[in-house]
């Protein structure tokens, strides 16, 4: 498809595209010109709706994409009335998403609009919900940054969770659906597409380059630091779990040295005596501490998970149970 035409619809597959942008007047033409182009190469799918959200942008970007607009018809742009961050506009995006697939994108080349069509055909040929981009080839400095995160986040997944997830990903219905049920200002799409936990698979993509004009990323590393303290708040249930590992780790051992040194001490009274008594009942100590901290923690999650406010639950397609939902997937 071109920005001068729209494609004549030839699949009961709608598919819904978000894409949230800022300050991209250089490159949003671009962008969805080589994005429409693509999706017209996709036989299984029919382009339903491309949903433009602008967080606010301090240049011409909404303007031209409202000029598209004009010669696209499936092409609707939505803006903010200031901007509230990538997660909040992706998560205004999807609040609008009535087809039966929804593509989730960045607008600046690097989520590969190549891919889109592998991506698809993933998911139409796996049986889940939601077929996530997960990065083959990033530079160094973002390798690092990726594996210390996914380490964090470690204990907190749910099992089999890709690693590496880029923003791009295909949802099904339902999950969009139950996507919309989420009331918290504070959020993440990953946070959110997990606690909903429909089957998940990932899918490797390498990395494009920043479309021209754009060479540079708009998340600087506080931007991402935020992005990640966030993620792991709003996705764990128990995020400070580890704490009482740590916890019973350093009892087990002030333990084992105290009880060492007093066994000693029956022995004779020297510096050692005396250095592992210290060690063990410091260690002790450090264990009763992190264990109080453990429990504060966990008080102050259960307010702020019931301060969300999230579904309590949500359904799958059971045996002789007329499905709740409108996903393709339990239509067909």
């Not at 949230?20 to 949003?28: E, F, G, L, P, R």
């Not at 690092?144 to 089999?160: E, N, Q, V």
């Not at 949500?314 to 067909?332: C, F, K, L, M, Y």
Request: proline letters at 3%; charged letters at 20%.
């Amino acid at each position: 498809m071109s920005l001068d035409s729209a494609t004549t619809p030839t699949s009961n597959l709608r598919l819904s595209i978000v894409v949230a942008t800022c300050n991209s007047a250089n490159t949003i033409e671009v962008f969805l010109d080589r994005l429409l182009v693509a999706v017209e190469q996709i036989p299984e799918v029919a382009l339903h709706q491309l949903i433009v959200i602008d967080d606010c942008s301090q240049d011409a970007t909404v303007d031209k994409v409202r000029l598209l607009s004009e010669r696209v018809p499936e092409l609707q742009v939505i803006r903010l009335s200031r901007n509230r961050g990538q997660q909040i506009a992706v998560s205004a995006g999807i609040a609008h998403c009535t087809g039966d697939l929804t593509l989730l994108i960045d607008d600046d080349g690097q989520n590969p609009i190549g891919e889109i069509r592998s991506l698809i055909r993933r998911f139409m040929q796996s049986d889940v919900d939601v077929v996530i981009a997960t990065s083959q080839h990033r530079k160094l400095g973002r390798r690092i940054t990726s594996r210390l995160f996914w380490f964090a986040m470690r204990g907190s997944r749910l099992a089999d969770e890709p690693e590496d997830q880029l923003l791009m990903r295909v949802l099904s219905r339902r999950v969009v659906e139950a996507f919309k049920r989420y009331p918290e200002t504070t959020r993440t799409v990953y946070g959110i597409v997990r606690d909903i936990g429909f089957g998940v698979v990932g899918h490797a993509v390498k990395i494009g380059p920043h479309i021209h004009g754009r060479e540079t990323s708009r998340y600087s590393s506080l931007d991402r630091l935020d992005i990640f303290l966030d993620t792991y708040l709003t996705s764990a249930n128990k995020p400070f779990g580890f704490l009482l590992r740590v916890s019973v780790f350093c009892g087990l051992l002030g333990g084992g040295l105290s009880l060492a040194g007093l066994l000693m001490g029956f022995a004779s009274r020297g510096v050692e005596t005396f250095v592992l008594l210290a060690l063990g009942v410091s260690l002790l100590i450090l264990a009763a501490a992190l264990l109080l901290v453990d429990v504060m923690l966990r008080l102050f999650n259960l307010i702020y998970l019931e301060a969300r406010r999230r579904p309590l639950y949500h359904e799958t397609a059971d045996i002789g149970v007329t499905p709740t939902d409108s996903s393709w997937r339990n239509q067909q």
